[in-house]
């Protein structure tokens, strides 16, 4: 009897890691966000061209959802709404404004994170480029729109910054 439940409990732990592996083999386009139709992000500059407001922004904290906020979440996660457009309740950020470089920074607002792959997720202690709409209402929180970029040291995201000024820079009325 303790030799079957060892080779039980063994077969169980192989299995286990074939499937953990298998997972981790999965390339990241199966577990992002997948809409019909397709959502595709804009460029920078027509990110740009379509926000109220551009920043480079930093993410100091992260504001967890209130107990009732959960509780909305859970609901709609397990029970949706059908036909119905609706958001996830999701976290509020606090951020450290670096420099804007469109419109002008709304005080003491907070960005809406994102709640799905999505939408626009950010995270704490990272810089990024946004793009967002004002709110139309004070207190309501900026939500950044498609094309928002992570801010790293690669060339990438410094070209895609450069894109972005070259842009605004070009765009703007001319001063007589």
């Not at 890691?17 to 809409?35: E, G, K, M, N, R």
């Not at 900026?142 to 094309?147: A, C, E, H, T």
Request: charged share 20%; with cysteine.
């Amino acid at each position: 009897m303790p030799v079957r439940w060892c080779s039980r409990l063994r077969a169980t732990a192989i299995r286990w890691q074939l499937a953990v592996l298998v997972c981790a083999a999965l390339p990241a386009t199966v577990l992002a966000c997948v809409t019909e139709p397709p959502r595709v992000t804009p460029p920078p500059s027509a990110a740009a061209a379509s926000a109220d407001l551009v920043a480079i922004v930093r993410i100091d904290e992260e504001i967890p959802l209130s107990p009732e906020e959960q509780a909305e979440f859970d609901r709609l996660w397990y029970t949706p709404p059908a036909n119905t457009p609706f958001y996830y309740p999701t976290t509020r950020l606090r951020f450290s404004t670096l420099r804007v470089l469109k419109g002008a920074m709304p005080e003491d607002v907070l960005i809406q994170n994102g709640a799905t792959s999505c939408d626009v997720v950010l995270q704490v202690g990272m810089q990024y480029v946004l793009f967002a709409k004002l709110p139309a209402l004070d207190g309501v929180r900026l939500m950044p729109l498609d094309g928002t970029f992570r801010l790293g040291p690669d060339k990438y995201d410094q070209a895609n910054l450069a894109d972005v000024e070259r842009f605004l820079s070009s765009s703007l009325p001319k001063m007589p």
